[in-house]
Structures are given as C-alpha cells and as structure tokens.
C-alpha cells in the first residue's frame, strides 16, 4: 500500500496541473471572442453610421432644391413688383416676397446645421474606420497569440497525460476515479497524512480506531469530514494514543463508508 500512497501524492500533482491547464485551456479562446465581439459591434455602428450619412446626404440634396426654388420664386416676386399697379396687388405681392424670404431664411438654416451634421458624421466614421483597423489587427494578433497558446497547452495535456498513464497502472480504478473527483473538489489536494489524530486536509480530530485503521496502511482510508484519501505520517511529538476520543459514531472506514457521492455528481 506504501508504493500506491507514493504514486497517489506523484499523481495529486500530475492531476491537479492537468485541470488547471485545462482551465487555461478554456480561458485562452476568451480573450478573443472579446475582441471580436467588440469589432463586429463596432462594424455594425460604422453600418449604421454610413446609412445616417447617407440619408443626410439625400436630406441635403433636398434641401438645396428647396432652397433654389424659394430664391427663385422670391425673385419673381421682386421683380413683379415693377408691374403691379394698385395696392391691392401691391399687398399681395409683398406677402408673397415676405413668405418666400421668411422660407428661404428657414431653408438656408436648415441646410446649415444639415451640412454641419454631416461633416461631424464624416469624421466620426473616418474615426471610426481608424478604431475597426487597430481592432481587426488586435483580433489577428489575438488570434495568433491563440493558437500559439493551445498549442502549447495542448502539448503541457499530453505530456501531464503520458505521466499519468506511467503512475495509474497498480491503483484499482474505483478508487483512481474517486481520487480524481477530489482532486477537482478539493483545490488540487486529493491525498493528505494523518499527524497524531488530525487530518491535515481539513484539520479535523479523528476518532482513535480510525487512526488505527489509517495507521495499518493495509486499505484506503477516507476522511469523514473532507473525503481526502489519507495515510499515516509520524511527527515528532504527536500523541499517538486518544485515551479520550469519542469513536463511538464512526466505524472502521473505507471506500463505500466515507466518500459521499453526491459530492461528485457535478463532475460524474
């Protein structure tokens, strides 16, 4: 049982840098699809931005046309006025000069602030373009940087799995799968010594016969309060005999007896 306990502390470490790689693993593509998203929200303002200027353009067209005709139709009337000959058509017609100058004063302001909104909105998409040209590079490099990155994790995975494989063979499979399951649990820390009457993983007070039992080293100990698998460690000082423990509550242990499976169901 000593040369498995050694594998499994070997193996804690093996397992734990595998899951954290993986982890990384599921990180890296993250920080891309960030990026993207940002640059497809950004090519889809600059869309909408274009259709704005556009429709400005057109209003802008429109605008000059109305503008054209207001200044023709106010000069007519000006010139009219050297016709007309009594002060009936005289009233008339400055009403209408008054109407077409008071039109084309509305038009002409209209088309300024017109003109002003879409100059803003031509800078805003050259801008814009500047902004969509730095973050397709950001997405290339990103996604270089990537794929660089899972290479390498990939090849970290194989490497950590090739070490498995060399520590597994000897150790029943019931207890590699429990054994993984807490590894993902329990921080990376499937295995701990028992000191005296403590569990070193959670640090809780063993009855007396299990620490007998643990001692044995004959069979797997599970703790009752973490789950870890344990094995015996002598120290220095450590009180070897618990005259006043109370084991009444928990007999000798094993796989079935301490390892709650509803623990693990997320990861089954």
């Known amino acids: 049982m000593q040369e498995v306990f050694d594998k499994l502390r070997v193996l804690q470490g093996v397992l734990a840098k595998k899951f954290a790689v993986l982890e990384e693993v599921k990180e890296i593509p993250r920080t891309l699809e960030t990026k993207e998203e940002l640059l497809n929200r950004g090519k889809r303002t600059y869309i909408e931005k274009h259709e704005r200027l556009e429709k400005t353009s057109e209003e802008l067209k429109a605008l000059r046309i109305a503008l054209d005709e207001a200044e023709r139709t106010r000069e007519h009337s000006e010139k009219q006025m050297e016709q007309i000959s009594t002060q009936r058509e005289f009233e008339a017609l400055e009403k209408e000069i008054k109407d077409a100058s008071s039109r084309e004063q509305s038009l002409r302001k209209s088309l300024l602030a017109k003109e002003k909104y879409f100059s803003e909105l031509q800078e805003q998409l050259e801008e814009h373009e500047q ?13 270089e940087k990537k794929d660089v990155l899972l290479s390498e994790k990939h090849a970290e ?31 990376g820390v499937g295995i701990v010594p028992v000191h005296g009457h403590v569990c070193q993983g959670c640090h809780m007070t063993l009855p007396v016969q299990f620490v007998n039992d643990v001692r044995k080293g004959d069979d797997f100990r ?10 015996w460690e002598d120290v220095d000082g450590a009180d070897m005999v618990a ?20 623990e693990f169901d997320d990861l089954i």
């Open 131 to 143: 902004l969509m040209e730095i973050q397709e590079e950001e997405v290339k490099t990103e996604t």
């Open 243 to 262: 005259q006043h423990a109370d084991d009444s509550e928990i007999e000798e242990a094993g796989l079935a007896d301490f390892v709650d499976s509803d």
């Open 157 to 187: 995975i194989e490497s950590l799995l090739t070490q498995e494989a060399n520590l597994t063979p000897g150790i029943d499979e019931s207890i590699l799968f429990k054994f993984e399951r807490i590894i993902k649990n329990k921080a």
């Open 222 to 231: 599970f703790c009752p309060y973490c789950s870890r698998v344990l094995y």
